[in-house]
C-alpha cells in the first residue's frame, strides 16, 4: 500500500512540474527568475579564434560594422576592409586557422572572476560557440572544432563557469543557433556546397539542441543566451519544444534564465527576458519595455570580439560607463557589459580600468541599482539634466551626474519624510517647492562619483 501511495505520489509530482507547453502562450507565462531581476548588471565575455586577428574597422558609422566577432562572416561576405586585412596579414589562409592559434596561454579564470567581483557584477555570459562554430567546450557536434581539440587543449567553458561560481558569480552561455560555413547549417555563406544541407529542424535537433542541453546539464547553467536567430522562423528552431524542456525537466529549471533570441520576430515579444543591443548608439531596440524585464547588451568600446585596433577614444569613459549602467537601470533594464579577451586569454588593460571604476562607485552606491525598480513617477525630463530614479520599497533613489552646486529640482518628492546621501553622514540641506523637493549642492557633483540621494517615501 505505501509503496503504492509513493508511486501514485511521484506520478502526481512529474505531472504536476510538467507545466510548461511547447508553445508561446504557456512559455511565456513563466515569470523571468527573481535573481535576475535584482542582478542588475552582468558581464558579457565574447571570446574566440576572432581574437587572433582581433580586427574590424572602427570608425563605422553602422553598429554592426565595428564587431570584430563577425570576422569569418566579413571575410564570406567579401567585405573589402576585412579580406584587405586578411590578405595583407595572413595570405590565403582560411579563417579556421585562427583556432590553433586561439591558445589561451595566459587565461587565468579566478583571477577574472575576481575583477568580475570588484566591478560589482553579479553574473556572467560568456560565448560557448559564435557565428564561426567553434566550440569553446568538447563538444560532440563540433568534435572537430572546439578549444580542447585545437589551440588551447582545454575546455575553456568548463574553467570559466567552474571559477565564476566559485566566486559566487551566477554564470551561463551564449550560443549561436548560426553558423557562418558549417556546411549543413541550411543557410551557411560557403560560395561552394560539399554537402547537401539539413533543413533548419535538421540542424535544430541533431546540433542545436543537443549542444544547448550540453551547456544546461555538463555545466549547469544558469543562463542560454541564444543569438543568430535570425535566418528562421522560432518553429524551425524548435525553440518552444527546447524551452519546454529547459523549464520542466533540465536541472536549472527553476532558476535558469533565457532571453528572446528564438527565430524571426520573437525579440520583444517571446521568451524570457527581452534584449537590446547598443540601443542608444542606432542598434536594436526592439526588447526595450517598461513593464517587461530586458536588457541592453553592448561593448565597453564598439565592438564584442577584442578589436586591437579601437583607440582610447573608442571606449566609454569611466564615468560613461557608470551612467550607462544607471541609465538602464533607472529605466528597468540590466546592463551586460562586454569584455573582449586577448587571444591568449588576457582582459585588456582598459577594460579592466573601466571595470574597477564601475565597482569603486557601486561599493558605495549598489543601494541603488541591486535590487531596485524603475520610478514610475520620475520626471522624464529629469534625465536630460543627468538625474536618474530607481526604487526599492518605500525608498526612492536619485543618482545624480555633473550637476554645479546649488539647487537641484526633484519632481513628486515633497512628500519625502527623510532623505540621506549614500556614503556621507552629513544631513541633506532641502526645501520643498511645490510637488518637488530641492536639495542644495554645496559643491558641484565630481567626475566619476555621481552622488546618489535616498529618500523614504514612508
Ligand atoms: C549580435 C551579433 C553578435 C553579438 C551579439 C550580442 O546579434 O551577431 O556578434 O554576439 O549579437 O548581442
Known amino acids: ?89 595572413y595570405g590565403n589562409a582560411p579563417y579556421a586557422n585562427f583556432a590553433a592559434e586561439f591558445k589561451a596561454e595566459n587565461f587565468d579564470p579566478a583571477a577574472w572572476a575576481t575583477l568580475f567581483k570588484k566591478a560589482g557584477a ?3 555570459v560568456l560565448t560557448s560557440k559564435h557565428h564561426d562554430g567553434f566550440a ?29 561560481k566559485a566566486a559566487g558569480l551566477r554564470s551561463g552561455f551564449y550560443y549561436s543557433l548560426l553558423e557562418y560555413a558549417n556546411p549543413y547549417y541550411p543557410k551557411n555563406s560557403l560560395k561552394s556546397q560539399p554537402v547537401r544541407p539539413w533543413t533548419m529542424r535538421e540542424w535544430a535537433s541533431r546540433v542545436n539542441l543537443p549542444q544547448m542541453k550540453e551547456l544546461v546539464e555538463n555545466y549547469k547553467a544558469d543562463i542560454i543566451w541564444t543569438d543568430g536567430e535570425w535566418d528562421f522562423p522560432d518553429a524551425d528552431h524548435l525553440s518552444t519544444d527546447f524551452l519546454a524542456w529547459l523549464y520542466n525537466e533540465s536541472s536549472v529549471k527553476d532558476d535558469v534564465v533565457v532571453n528572446d533570441r528564438w527565430g524571426i520576430k520573437c525579440r520583444g515579444r ?14 536594436d531596440k526592439a526588447g526595450l519595455s517598461a513593464v517587461h524585464p530586458w536588457e541592453e547588451c553592448r561593448g565597453i568600446g564598439r565592438s564584442f570580439g577584442y578589436n586591437r585596433f579601437e583607440t582610447a577614444s573608442d571606449y566609454m569613459s569611466r564615468e560613461k560607463c557608470i551612467e550607462t549602467l544607471v541609465q ?29 571604476a564601475m565597482g569603486r562607485w557601486l561599493e558605495t552606491n549598489g543601494e541603488a541599482i541591486y ?68 536639495v542644495t549642492l554645496a559643491e558641484p557633483v565630481p567626475a566619476e562619483s555621481a552622488l546618489v540621494f535616498r529618500f523614504q517615501l514612508r
Open 136 to 164: 569553446l567546450w568538447p563538444s560532440p557536434e563540433s568534435a572537430y572544432y572546439n578549444a580542447v581539440a585545437l589551440g588551447a587543449g582545454r575546455d575553456l567553458a568548463g574553467a570559466f563557469t567552474s571559477a565564476m
Open 371 to 438: 535590487g531596485t525598480t524603475r520610478w514610475e513617477k520620475a520626471d522624464p525630463e529629469a534625465k536630460k539634466n543627468r538625474v536618474y530614479f530607481t526604487q526599492k520599497g518605500d525608498a526612492v533613489y536619485a543618482i545624480v551626474f555633473g550637476a554645479t552646486a546649488g539647487g537641484l529640482r526633484l519632481g513628486n518628492l515633497a512628500g519625502a519624510k527623510s532623505a540621506t546621501r549614500l556614503g556621507s553622514s552629513e544631513p541633506v540641506a532641502m526645501c520643498t517647492d511645490g510637488d518637488a523637493l530641492v
Open 328 to 356: 538602464i537601470v533607472s529605466a528597468g533594464g540590466n546592463l551586460l557589459l562586454n569584455v573582449g579577451p586577448t587571444a591568449d586569454g588576457r582582459i585588456p588593460a582598459i577594460m579592466e580600468d573601466r571595470l574597477l
Open 122 to 124: 553579479k553574473y556572467t
Open 1 to 89: 500500500m505505501k509503496k503504492l501511495v509513493f508511486a501514485a505520489c511521484a506520478a502526481f509530482a512529474i505531472a504536476a512540474s510538467a507545466a510548461y507547453e511547447a508553445n508561446w502562450e504557456s512559455i511565456d507565462s513563466r515569470p523571468v527568475p527573481q535573481w535576475w531581476k535584482d542582478a542588475k548588471f552582468g558581464i558579457f565575455v565574447h571570446w574566440g579564434p576572432y581574437a587572433v586577428p582581433a580586427y574590424a574597422p572602427t570608425g563605422e558609422a553602422s553598429v554592426y560594422g565595428c564587431y570584430a566577432e563577425w570576422y569569418h562572416g566579413r571575410l564570406l561576405q567579401g567585405n573589402k576592409n576585412f579580406l584587405a586585412h586578411h590578405a595583407k596579414h
Open 270 to 283: 517571446h521568451g524570457g527576458h527581452y534584449t537590446t543591443e547598443y540601443a542608444f548608439e542606432g542598434g
